[in-house]
Protein backbone atom coordinates (compact mmCIF):
# COMPACT_ATOMS: atom_id res chain seq x y z
CA UNK A 1 0.00 0.00 0.00
CA UNK A 2 0.76 3.46 -0.76
CA UNK A 3 0.45 4.38 3.39
CA UNK A 4 3.10 1.81 4.25
CA UNK A 5 5.60 2.82 1.15
CA UNK A 6 6.03 5.98 2.30
CA UNK A 7 6.43 5.00 6.02
CA UNK A 8 8.99 2.90 4.93
CA UNK A 9 10.91 5.53 2.74
CA UNK A 10 10.56 8.04 5.99
CA UNK A 11 12.49 5.67 8.06
CA UNK A 12 15.28 5.28 5.78
CA UNK A 13 15.19 9.04 5.79
CA UNK A 14 15.37 8.52 9.43
CA UNK A 15 18.13 6.42 9.48
CA UNK A 16 20.22 9.04 6.88
CA UNK A 17 19.12 11.90 9.09
CA UNK A 18 20.59 9.99 11.93
CA UNK A 19 23.86 9.35 10.23
CA UNK A 20 24.68 12.64 8.57
CA UNK A 21 24.20 14.00 12.56
CA UNK A 22 26.62 11.27 13.50
CA UNK A 23 28.86 12.90 10.96
CA UNK A 24 28.41 16.49 12.74
CA UNK A 25 31.03 15.01 15.37
CA UNK A 26 33.71 15.71 12.80
CA UNK A 27 35.01 18.91 12.05
CA UNK A 28 32.84 19.63 8.90
CA UNK A 29 32.59 22.90 6.95
CA UNK A 30 29.82 25.54 8.26
CA UNK A 31 27.88 25.11 5.67
CA UNK A 32 27.66 21.26 6.18
CA UNK A 33 25.76 22.30 9.76
CA UNK A 34 23.70 24.73 7.81
CA UNK A 35 22.46 22.09 5.17
CA UNK A 36 21.57 19.62 8.21
CA UNK A 37 20.20 21.71 10.54
CA UNK A 38 17.70 22.96 7.09
CA UNK A 39 17.42 19.22 6.31
CA UNK A 40 16.67 18.23 9.98
CA UNK A 41 14.49 20.67 10.49
CA UNK A 42 12.07 19.88 7.58
CA UNK A 43 12.38 16.18 8.44
CA UNK A 44 11.22 16.82 11.95
CA UNK A 45 8.19 18.87 10.93
CA UNK A 46 7.05 16.41 8.47
CA UNK A 47 7.79 13.65 11.40
CA UNK A 48 5.54 16.00 13.48
CA UNK A 49 2.58 15.86 11.12
CA UNK A 50 3.13 12.56 10.40
CA UNK A 51 2.75 11.70 14.64
CA UNK A 52 -0.46 13.99 14.69
CA UNK A 53 -1.70 11.64 12.30
CA UNK A 54 -0.84 8.75 14.43
CA UNK A 55 -2.25 10.77 17.87
CA UNK A 56 0.94 10.46 19.25
CA UNK A 57 1.10 13.53 21.13
CA UNK A 58 4.37 13.20 22.85
CA UNK A 59 6.18 12.58 19.73
CA UNK A 60 4.51 15.14 18.10
CA UNK A 61 6.02 17.88 21.13
CA UNK A 62 9.35 15.49 20.81
CA UNK A 63 9.60 16.67 16.98
CA UNK A 64 7.81 20.06 16.95
CA UNK A 65 10.83 20.75 19.80
CA UNK A 66 13.22 19.71 17.70
CA UNK A 67 12.20 21.03 14.68
CA UNK A 68 12.55 24.47 16.63
CA UNK A 69 16.14 23.38 17.71
CA UNK A 70 17.20 22.81 14.81
CA UNK A 71 15.87 25.28 12.68
CA UNK A 72 18.79 27.27 10.74
CA UNK A 73 16.87 31.02 10.22
CA UNK A 74 17.30 31.79 14.19
CA UNK A 75 20.76 30.24 15.24
CA UNK A 76 20.41 28.31 19.09
CA UNK A 77 23.90 29.02 20.62
CA UNK A 78 24.55 25.98 22.88
CA UNK A 79 28.15 25.75 22.08
CA UNK A 80 29.59 23.01 19.99
CA UNK A 81 29.93 20.22 22.71
CA UNK A 82 26.31 20.80 23.95
CA UNK A 83 25.58 20.45 19.86
CA UNK A 84 27.50 17.41 19.98
CA UNK A 85 25.08 15.54 22.62
CA UNK A 86 22.24 16.95 21.11
CA UNK A 87 23.24 15.38 17.84
CA UNK A 88 24.05 11.98 19.53
CA UNK A 89 21.00 11.91 21.19
CA UNK A 90 18.93 12.99 18.63
CA UNK A 91 20.56 10.41 16.67
CA UNK A 92 19.97 7.51 19.02
CA UNK A 93 16.26 8.63 18.75
CA UNK A 94 15.69 8.36 15.46
CA UNK A 95 17.51 4.71 15.36
CA UNK A 96 15.59 3.43 17.94
CA UNK A 97 11.86 4.82 16.62
CA UNK A 98 12.83 3.09 12.86
CA UNK A 99 14.25 -0.26 14.58
CA UNK A 100 10.89 -0.02 17.37
CA UNK A 101 9.04 0.42 14.07
CA UNK A 102 10.54 -2.19 12.06
CA UNK A 103 9.77 -4.83 14.39
CA UNK A 104 6.29 -4.05 14.60
Not at 42 to 54: C, D, G, I, L, R
Not at 85 to 101: E, G, K, N, R, S
Amino acid sequence: SICFLKKMIMKYIQLFLAALLLLCLLDMPYGYYNVIRLAAMVVFVYMAYMYTEEKKQGLVVTFGALALLFQPFVKIAIGRTMWNIVDVAVAILLITLTIIDFKK
